[in-house]
């Protein structure tokens, strides 16, 4: 039988979304989405099969908001562009951080990962990228977006770690303390885009 048309995907996704920014990960559920919606869990299977398509359904609506176009600019440098489409996601996904994790699972379902990635695989194709190059480039792209955003909101140089790191003994770590406690004054854009004009750099040898 057709599911029934009352509950629109957009308001199941906000749903769904509602529950991971309140209680994290761990929270969602089809049980506590059902609660957030005022209705039973028997009666939201109704309208999804299950969390992993919900989860599909979240990614999508933190992503919607992702511009996929090319950056306006066709003469500024590829590795230039390439930033501004890793920052717009970092963008998006960096508001609603317990979806982060959620990301690399939907990657080949999410019509706006799929869009964001044709538009990056076009600057690397344009840069020389081809075949088994182009391959690795992209996952190393997309590694480094995803590992910097769950550190950046999991793990911020700006937190209680970064302390304790700084106050290790000399004689044993002394480049640690030390690249710790530089590490405090480093801004999150500035982690963030640092890191990535180092992969980029690379990326054009």
Known sequence: MPRPRSLSPDRLAAAALAVLD??????????????????????????????????????????SSVDTTPPADPSAPWRERIAVMLG????????????????PAHRHSAPTILRWSETVLALLAEAG????????????????????IQLEHQGPLSGAGTVELGELPRDSFPLLADTARHARRVPADREFFGGLDILLRGLGD
């Open 22 to 63: 309140r209680d994290g990960l761990t929270g969602l559920s089809m049980r506590t989405v059902a609660k957030e919606l005022g209705m039973s869990t028997m009666a939201l299977y109704r309208y999804v099969d299950g969390r992993e398509e919900l989860e599909g359904m979240v990614v999508e609506l933190v992503l």
């Open 88 to 103: 717009r996601m970092r963008d998006a996904v960096g508001r609603h951080p317990a979806v982060i994790p959620l990301t």
């Open 129 to 148: 990228y081809e075949g088994e190059r182009r391959v690795v480039a992209l996952r190393a792209l997309v590694g480094y977006l995803i590992g910097a």
